[in-house]
Nanobody
Framework: QVKLMESGGGSVQSGGSLRLSCGAS?????????IGWFRQSPGKKREGVAV???????EYADSVKGRFTISLDNAKNFLYLQMNSLKPEDSAMYHC??????????????WGQGTLVTVSS
């Protein structure tokens, strides 16, 4: 069973940057059907922020395009999210999640516990 653990969250001012990391154990990120970053803030639905699949396709939420970049380091078995030009509305709990069993990625079978990002104006 794959386990994911995020780190790198924190408090920054508007316009600042953060880099989130997600380490995997019990499985290889490179062998996932898809893996990515999701966020949820109080009172809002969970949102996909950036997701990549085994074919190398990357999708970003419209709200983060041009500001966030997802990347993988297969040798280290880590997933990253570089977040630049942060806005208060980016404040949320950020989770990494992926699918190793569902090739259609309709169900993500591994979730990290999350790392909190707070952006102040």
């Amino acid at each position: 069973q794959v386990k994911l653990m995020e780190s790198g969250g924190g408090s920054v001012q508007s316009g600042g940057s953060l880099r989130l990391s997600c380490g995997a154990s019990g499985g290889d990120i490179a062998s996932s059907h898809c893996i990515g970053w999701f966020r949820q803030s109080p009172g809002k639905k969970r949102e996909g922020v950036a997701v990549t699949d085994s074919g190398g396709t990357i999708e970003y939420a419209d709200s983060v395009k041009g500001r966030f970049t997802i990347s993988l380091d297969n040798a280290k078995n880590f997933l990253y999210l570089q977040m630049n030009s942060l806005k208060p509305e980016d404040s949320a709990m950020y989770h990494c999640a992926g699918s190793w069993s569902d090739s259609e990625c309709n169900n993500l079978d591994a979730w990290g516990q999350g790392t909190l990002v707070t952006v102040s104006s």
